[in-house]
């Protein structure tokens, strides 16, 4: 686990970072900035102040289907997502500012496909903890556990199985990340070999 530039406040997995107890994806010290909050009863998003065009959003964890995309990057990179040049380059703080991502899934009840935005950290991610935390979040998704990552104490035990780990390898990444589940009680879902 590695500290974050905030004192008192280690980031977990690329984006994803524990602060005053409670997980969540993005800057959630940027004044006026907008984060996904992972709380018990589902995602969070804090709206951007400086947009009161947005507001802040809950989604229910059994809403969501499938998994959760992670993109670093105002845009959606092209086939390849994370692991293309624009995905590459994603990673790295904005020219201008800091920059944003996204968290992308398609949710039931309507069904629909949407997208919480987030503002970035003052750091470059690495593209594996990225990848890294994708596949965890779409493998805990597909599992029907999806409301486990509103349980930080449960979330920073399986990252912490994850960030010791260094593989290049999507088959090593997959692995990885169901023994650090199963190691936490979350059984082996479904091969997701196709997905990123």
């Given amino acids: 686990?590695?500290?974050?530039?905030?004192?008192?406040?280690?980031?977990?997995l690329g984006p994803l970072e524990l602060t005053d107890g409670r997980c969540g994806v993005g800057d959630s010290r940027r004044p006026g900035g907008s984060w996904v909050e992972f709380r018990p009863e589902g995602l969070y998003r804090h709206a951007p102040a400086r947009k009161p065009s947005e507001a802040d959003e809950l989604i229910p964890w059994p809403r969501i289907m499938l998994g959760i995309s992670v993109y670093v990057g105002r845009g959606y990179p092209s086939k390849g997502g994370n692991f293309t040049i624009p995905?590459?380059?994603?990673g790295l703080p904005g020219l201008r500012g800091r920059g944003g991502?996204?968290?992308?899934m398609t949710l039931r009840h309507p069904y629909e496909d949407h997208s919480l935005g987030y503002?970035?950290?003052?750091?470059a991610y690495p593209v594996m903890d990225v990848a890294f935390l994708e596949q965890l979040l779409t493998r805990t998704v597909a599992a029907g556990e999806a409301h486990?990552?509103?349980?930080?104490?449960?979330?920073?035990?399986?990252?912490g199985r994850l960030t010791p780990v260094r593989t290049w390898s999507?088959?090593?990444?997959?692995?990885?990340?169901?023994?650090?589940?199963?190691?936490?009680?979350?059984?082996?879902?479904?091969?997701?070999?196709?997905?990123?």
């Fill in 119 to 123: 503002d970035r950290h003052p750091h």
């Fill in 148 to 159: 486990r990552l509103g349980d930080a104490a449960w979330l920073e035990r399986v990252v």
């Fill in 101 to 104: 991502g996204h968290l992308d």
């Fill in 170 to 196: 999507a088959r090593g990444m997959r692995d990885a990340v169901a023994e650090a589940l199963r190691s936490e009680g979350v059984g082996s879902p479904p091969n997701t070999a196709g997905s990123s």
């Fill in 1 to 12: 686990m590695s500290a974050g530039p905030y004192m008192n406040t280690p980031l977990l």
């Fill in 87 to 90: 995905g590459l380059l994603g």
